[in-house]
């Protein structure tokens, strides 16, 4: 074997020529905290010239406060991680879907790869597959692919914050475009038509309420009686009741969609029905004494006082629906008819916003796009009638 040589390397750290004639560069780049020893890294070459000028830019960038060095870590290996340890201000629910994304698309497809090796071609490689089905005939929505995509950037962005990753591998992909759904409000007859139906209905007033507040089913079944002021006219939506999806069928009460409590000014209409309703209770819990169950307060309640389930409002909505001949229409829709009521009624997209629980004015706006164009088909032809009238056409 050929004889080392070492000597000092311009910039700091050592250059040497090792026997297999490879040049070696030895830098430091801290101090072990658990043995207070320095932690040395090496960088190899087939020329010296090579060796010296990387050298010369990683002892720069230490200098510099810039230096990165890569984790050697499994993507797999920090997904694990991540979920264990990183998600713990999620709401379970969530925190059930992400794993779920995790272990049945990110680790079996990315999972082995080393996140110092991770490139944003294998995320863009990822992604166009889940789209376009592994043999190109199909696969995922692109709804779907975009949260996948979402659940990965987000553990990867935690990982550059620990800095196991210089930047985010999953910033610029390009992700299939997704599909607008449509939305499919009642229109005026139908809405009457619709409350004729549920007239002394055991659910009317959750009906009611979810037709002329806009709120959210999870919202409906989670509102209790300390959140409504019959004094001022409010309602404080800051909760939603939610099934976990563990299979145990147990529900929890979480905060409202967006993490945003709101406040909501509802028709008298609503507030007196609402009055009605919990003076019934009140009656309903004076004859079944001990056994009335309903220690949190719910508004919603079947006759024993418990909470009513997602799936019992839909199965009695769902019936309503169908006898009145739109089988299609989803209890969903009763928000989106809200929507569309306030906008054509000339509310200020501002309020409706803030009533909805939306991030944004502009999000409301897209999202009822529909019921916006329809106005200024409206408003276009109240301004022709007023031409024609001051012309004296």
């Known amino acids: 074997m050929a004889k080392k040589t070492t000597r000092s390397a311009a910039g700091g750290g050592t250059l040497r020529k090792r026997g297999d004639s490879r040049w070696e560069a ?151 475009r997704k599909q607008k759904a449509e939305i499919h409000p009642m229109d005026k007859d139908d809405v009457a038509r619709f409350l004729k139906k549920i007239e002394g209905h055991e659910f009317e007033t959750l009906f009611r309420v979810a037709l002329f507040t806009g709120m959210r089913q999870g919202e409906l079944l989670g509102l209790t ?12 939506v800051s909760k939603q009741l939610q099934r976990e999806r563990d299979g145990s069928g147990e529900y929890s009460l979480i905060t409202p969609k967006n993490n945003k409590a709101r406040t909501l000014t509802p028709a008298r209409d609503i507030l007196i029905r609402l009055l009605k309703l919990q003076t019934q209770q009140m009656e309903q819990r004076l004859i079944l004494g001990d056994a009335w169950d309903n220690p949190k307060g719910f508004v919603f309640v079947n006759e024993w006082g ?52 939306h991030h944004t004015a502009s999000f409301t706006l897209e999202t009822y796009a529909h019921a916006t164009a329809s106005m200024k088909r409206e408003s276009s032809e109240r301004m022709d009638r007023l031409i024609q009238s001051v012309s004296g056409l």
């Open 26 to 176: 030895r830098y430091t780049v801290g101090v072990d905290p658990a043995t207070g020893k320095q932690i040395q890294k090496s960088i190899y070459g087939k020329t010296q010239k090579e060796v010296r000028e990387q050298l010369r830019k990683i002892t720069s960038e230490i200098d510099e406060g810039s230096y990165f060095e890569p984790s050697n870590m499994a993507l797999g290996d920090w997904l694990d991680i991540w979920m264990k340890d990183y998600l713990k201000d999620v709401k379970p629910r969530t925190v059930n879907s992400y794993c779920s994304t995790v272990r049945n698309h990110i680790k079996p497809a990315l999972g082995r790869i080393r996140l110092k090796a991770l490139t944003p071609v294998h995320i863009q490689m990822f992604t166009n597959e889940l789209y376009e089905g592994e043999d190109g005939d199909g696969g995922l929505s692109a709804k779907t692919v975009h949260n996948i995509h979402g659940v990965l950037h987000r553990a990867l962005q935690d990982a550059v914050c620990i800095g196991y990753l210089k930047f985010n591998v999953a910033d610029n992909t390009k992700l299939p």
């Open 225 to 236: 009686w300390d959140s409504i002021n019959f004094v001022n006219g409010t309602i404080t």
């Open 306 to 357: 418990h909470h009513l389930s997602a799936q019992t409002v839909y199965l009695k909505f769902k019936k309503v629906m169908e006898e009145m001949g739109l089988p299609d229409f989803r209890f969903h829709d009763l928000r989106h008819t809200y929507a569309v009521m306030p906008l054509q009624a000339g509310d200020d997209i501002k309020t409706l916003q803030e009533n909805l629980g």
